[in-house]
């Protein structure tokens, strides 16, 4: 895959910086394997920020077991900090979530999830970073 248009603004160190599966999906829109990213699983409580820019993105409290094998949240910490734009790859209507501040690709958001907001932010475990509390 071809990195995305505004990769370069980012940070001209990034390819050196993230791991090359965290590449790929961040800069290039590509979703890791389900039950394989680091945080699909992970019950720790903290702050799930952008692995691209350090921009909280999700809390451990919105997060739940969805039964997709990627990490799941119902809520984001700041609506404010996460785009939304429409993706039809793949032959389906998605709409893709990234982050706000620098572009990098999350995954998507869908109208399946729990109350109080029925979203479901799937995410990839790559373009996430936990900051434990």
């Known amino acids: 895959m071809e ?3 505004n990769s370069c603004s980012i940070e001209q160190n990034l390819k050196e910086r993230l791991t090359p599966e ?3 999906v961040c800069m290039c829109s590509a979703t890791e394997a389900p039950f394989s990213g680091e945080y699909w699983d992970c019950k720790e409580p903290g702050t799930y920020t952008c692995v691209c820019c350090g921009e909280e993105l999700f809390a451990s409290e919105s997060k739940y ?7 799941s949240f119902f809520d ?3 609506e404010d900090a996460i785009s939304r734009k429409e993706d039809l790859t793949h032959n389906m209507v998605r709409v893709e ?3 706000k501040k620098c572009g990098s690709h999350l995954g998507h958001v869908f109208e399946d999830g ?3 907001t029925g979203l479901r932010y799937c995410v990839n475990s790559a373009s996430l970073k936990l900051v434990q509390e």
């Open 3 to 5: 990195p995305k248009t």
């Open 76 to 78: 984001a910490i700041n």
């Open 22 to 24: 965290q590449y790929q």
């Open 97 to 99: 979530i990234l982050c």
């Open 114 to 116: 729990p109350k109080p």
């Open 65 to 71: 077991d969805s039964g997709t094998g990627w990490p």
